[in-house]
């Protein structure tokens, strides 16, 4: 079988796999979303933090809860890295300096999950299980709550109530996220990936001595990793260790999990507002933009220029040679349109355009399909653009499932937009500008501008992927880049949950002859080319003087 045809096979077994889950999923996380009923568990928890689940919840009231949890989460992770060197199961390593223990803290509570340290030379048992796993799970579950919050704005009138944070965040984390997680965790335990806490052992003789390992819950961990598009690796190699990724099943069952649930959202979100048909117009824009990205990566990657590249079966440099390039190209491209980060190869080592796609899939803001929660609110802020471009072309003022997109609407919405991009190019071009930063770049020319501009854009859309050969562990990258993961994860919270109260409290418009049909074909084809305009004319000028330029050079 040839390499080609073996990417290909994968990427229909994916898209089946997903098709089969995609129902009973999506309704079931609308029904989670939309019970008033609370488990025994859960009243445990409410119980215990003090809040009640049945006040509904204003979105000041839904923005406050969301960033106060936020912040606690961050100091409780700081002072468990800082104190590391006094807790048991430390497994001797020492406590985490201040800067690197707040980029970790500020990346895995916003979902971004970049780490500038070896997770096998650096994190004991606690850290990891009780810190960062922890909040693989809680990150994820704020931002499904968001989304949540979002579509309740759409499905409701009249009033400015998005729900209660406490009890979607629960909700998320017990009912949804932790059984799917349990059950994956298994999977991947049978698939070879290992589950202990074990010390510090050595690994075999090799030329020049032998390896040490440590053991770790790494199975479970690497469950939630996946699911909730979290991304940060127990080891630094992440998905490319065998005790992470053990065998070509387990690595299209990550791939499998990375996309499950933003693509299942879709369908919560049509049933949550009354119209599967709106939820299928959402997903066939994400599903557009994946298999697109897919094919042009595969194509990149597989393409030969030379007589290595034909012996290889394509360009196999920063691959996983246990999966080719197929699979590998499959994982970028799935890792880098939603949040999660994680990898099975090394972006760095990809070809010029190859590494160009990666970061444009983040560019475009991770919607196609996104992080847990946020690929779906990031997706119908960009749905409201495009009906806001379409009201403008004819002379109408636009609307969207029954609501008026007016100008407190579109505000939110160019904010929401701005914000990320913002983010990405003042750090780079500060970093760029100044002289400490640019030492920490492997390469130079376009390849090394490559590098930092990589780095902002995972950090500032939450993503957590490296292109690798990027020194990002000094003060510099780790306290910028720290920041720009809080900005770039809370603030545009700010104008979701802000938008959402603003639809909430609207009356319902009836639909006419002149209204926008966003459940067909040419609305999906609107909005995908209202994506990727958008995005191309914000970042074509960075991408020319990195990806564009190293790629026409080859």
Same mark, same amino acid.
């Given at each position: %079988?040839?390499s080609?045809l073996?990417g290909?096979?994968?990427?229909v077994?994916? #898209?089946?796999?997903?098709?089969l889950?995609y129902?009973?999923l ?6 989670v979303?939309s019970?008033?009923k609370h488990?025994r568990? $859960? +009243?445990? #928890?409410? +119980? ?10 204003r ?16 100091l409780?992770l700081y002072?468990?890295q800082?104190?590391?060197?006094? @807790?048991?199961g430390?497994?001797?390593? /020492?406590?985490?300096d ?11 509570v916003?979902?971004?999950n970049w ?8 994190m ?5 299980t009780?810190?960062l796993a ?5 990150s994820?579950s ?6 949540v919050a979002?579509?309740r704005?759409f499905?409701?009138s ?17 009912r #949804?996220l ?14 070879? &990936? ?9 690994v075999?003789?090799?030329?020049g001595?032998s ?5 770790g819950?790494? &199975?479970s961990?690497? &469950?939630i ?5 979290n991304g940060?690796?127990?080891f630094n190699?992440?998905?490319a ?7 070509a099943?387990?690595? @299209?069952?990550e791939i ?7 693509f ?12 599967? +048909?709106?939820?299928?117009a #959402?997903? !066939?824009?994400?599903v557009?933009?994946w298999?697109g990205f ?6 990149t $990657? ?9 012996i290889a079966?394509?360009a196999?440099?920063?691959k ?6 197929? &699979? ?7 890792t880098t349109?939603?949040s999660?980060?994680a990898?099975? /190869?090394?972006?760095?080592?990809f ?6 796609i990666?970061?444009l899939? %983040? ?8 992080g847990?929660?946020?690929g779906?609110y ?8 495009a009906?806001?471009i379409a ?13 008026k997109?007016?100008?407190r $609407?579109?505000k ?11 983010l ?7 970093? %760029?500008?100044?002289p400490?930063p640019?030492? /920490?770049?492997?390469?130079?020319g376009a ?23 990027l ?11 720290g920041l720009? %993961? ?9 104008f979701?949950l ?5 639809? !909430?409290?609207?009356?319902?418009v ?6 926008l049909?966003?459940e067909k074909?040419?609305?999906?084809g609107l ?9 191309g004319l914000t970042?074509?000028?960075?991408l020319? @003087?990195g990806?564009l330029a190293?790629?026409?050079?080859s």
């Open positions: %079988m040839s080609v073996a290909v096979l994968q990427m077994a994916l #898209i089946a796999a997903l098709a889950a129902r009973p999506g309704d079931y996380m609308a029904k979303y019970s008033d488990l568990v $859960e +009243k445990w #928890i409410y +119980k215990g933090i003090g809040a009640n689940p049945n006040t509904e919840m979105w000041p009231a839904y923005l406050r809860g969301v960033l106060a949890f936020s912040a606690v989460s961050v409780f002072l468990l800082r104190f590391q060197g006094s @807790l048991p430390s497994l001797g390593f /020492s406590s985490i201040p800067d690197q223990a707040f980029n970790t803290a500020a990346s895995f916003s979902n971004t780490q500038s340290y070896y997770g096998e030379q650096a004991g048992h606690v850290v990891q009780g810190g922890v909040q693989n799970f809680l994820a704020v931002g499904i709550a968001v989304a979002l579509v704005g499905a409701r009249r009033t400015g109530e998005l729900g209660n944070f406490w009890s979607d965040l629960v909700r998320g984390t017990v #949804i932790l059984p799917i997680s349990v059950i994956a965790a298994i999977v991947l335990v049978a698939c070879g &990936a290992i589950q202990n806490f074990s010390g510090i052992h050595e075999g003789q090799f030329t001595g390896q040490q390992w440590n053991g819950a790494v &199975a961990q690497e &469950a990793k996946e699911l909730g598009t940060g690796g127990y190699a992440n998905s260790h065998p005790f992470e990724n053990p065998n099943f387990s690595n @299209l069952f499998f999990l990375i996309l499950l649930i933003p299942a959202l879709t369908r919560t979100f049509g049933r949550m507002v009354g119209s599967l +048909k709106q939820g299928y #959402i997903l !066939a824009t994400m557009t933009i298999i897919t094919a042009l990566m595969m194509w $990657e597989f393409a030969h220029h030379g007589p290595a590249f034909d079966g394509g196999m440099e920063g996983e040679t246990r999966f080719g390039v197929g &699979a590998s190209s499959i994982f970028a491209v799935a349109l939603t999660t980060g990898v099975d /190869s090394f972006h760095s080592s070809t010029g355009l190859g590494g160009g990666t970061m899939g %983040m560019q475009l803001g991770e919607i196609a399909p996104g847990t929660g946020s779906l990031g997706m119908l802020i960009m749905a409201i653009i009906v806001f009201g403008l072309m004819v002379g109408r003022t636009p609307e969207y499932l029954g609501k997109i007016g100008t $609407e579109i939110f919405a160019a904010c929401y937009i701005l914000i990320t991009p913002a990405v190019l003042v750090f780079t071009a500060a970093a %760029m500008a100044l400490t640019g030492n /920490s770049m492997t390469n130079s390849h090394g501008f490559s590098e930092i501009l990589y780095a902002y854009t995972s950090a500032s859309n939450n993503n957590g992927s490296a292109f690798a050969g020194n990002a562990d000094t003060q510099w990258f780790n306290s910028t880049l720009a %993961m809080l900005l770039g994860r809370f603030l545009p919270m700010v979701v802000a938008l959402a109260g603003s639809l !909430a409290e609207q009356k319902p009836p639909a006419t002859a002149g209204t049909r966003t074909p040419l609305f999906t909005l995908v080319g209202a994506i990727l305009i958008i995005t970042y074509f000028p960075a020319a @003087l990806p190293e790629g026409l050079a």
